[in-house]
């Protein structure tokens, strides 16, 4: 029996990962014939490497892996108007920073006129430029929907952007917890459940312990209350409204994670 050569071809289809990635990518095409194409090829490939579709995640994340990006840092919150310290923080601020933060398993502690973020190297870029997106995106919202109103007290503004605030931050939690139970794409790869649930308790860990290392005897942090009335509601449809699925370079759009 003359021995079958292998195609060359073929044998860097399948042990090259980026295409393998390129495949996995095209599964979440909308187009479905596209989809079930690329679906039916990545098990294929997949099967040929006797691979499974956590071995090709773990894999994919293993190339892209930068330990730096792994490593706690800290820094300061600037505002938008390039302030690290104010006399009396905005409400409607810490409480963006801190559910980014929180998406991004960091931490955030507030004193002294301050805000003190916590995250993995990696990460900081992300909730830097998701903060910037969002608040710049509040304000918008507040001029629009205060020229709606007939008639607007002295509290408008501080309420409304309480509103905002809380209504972003609790749809930032619902989106993370929806992530742990279907994973999420990150950087066109996409991280299974049980893998992001492991990424996110690292990056959790590595934040708190540079956190509790800075500042040892800090206590919880607080709360802001509720908020009441007009300028509440009209801030939470708004909070309600405003996408979360956007890209952000600079003040440009930035996708969250894989949302």
């Not at 800090?218 to 509440?232: E, H, K, L, P």
Request: glycine share 8%; proline share 2%; with cysteine.
């Amino acid at each position: 029996m003359i021995p079958r050569t292998v195609n060359p071809i073929e044998e860097f289809i399948v042990r090259d990962t980026s295409f393998l990635a390129k495949l996995l990518n095209l599964t979440d095409s909308n187009n479905a014939g596209e989809r079930a194409v690329a679906e039916r090829k990545l098990h294929e490939q997949l099967a040929k490497q006797n691979m499974t579709m956590q071995d090709l995640e773990r894999n994919l994340a293993m190339e892209s892996y930068d330990p730096e990006n792994d490593k706690a840092v800290h820094w300061l919150y600037v505002d938008q108007k390039g302030r690290t310290k104010n006399t009396r923080l905005d409400p409607a601020t810490v409480i963006i920073v801190q559910a980014v933060a929180d998406y991004f398993n960091g931490q955030v502690l507030t004193g002294q006129g301050e805000i003190d973020v916590f995250a993995t190297k990696g990460n900081k870029i992300q909730i830097i430029l998701y903060c910037e997106y969002l608040l710049d995106q509040m304000l918008i919202d507040l001029k629009r929907d205060k020229k709606l109103q007939t008639e607007v007290d002295r509290c408008f503004n501080y309420i409304y952007k309480k509103s905002w605030a809380y209504k972003v931050a609790a749809r930032l939690d619902d989106m993370k917890q929806q992530d742990k139970e279907q994973g999420r794409t990150i950087n066109d790869t996409h991280i299974s459940a049980l893998a992001l649930q492991d990424k996110n308790k690292k990056e959790y860990q590595a934040s708190l312990a540079l956190q509790k290392q800075m500042f040892p005897r800090t206590g919880t942090r607080g709360s802001f209350g509720g908020v009441y009335g007009n300028a509440a509601q009209a801030g939470v449809s708004a909070g309600g409204n405003v996408g979360l699925n956007r890209q952000v370079s600079g003040r440009a759009a930035y996708r969250l994670g894989g949302s």
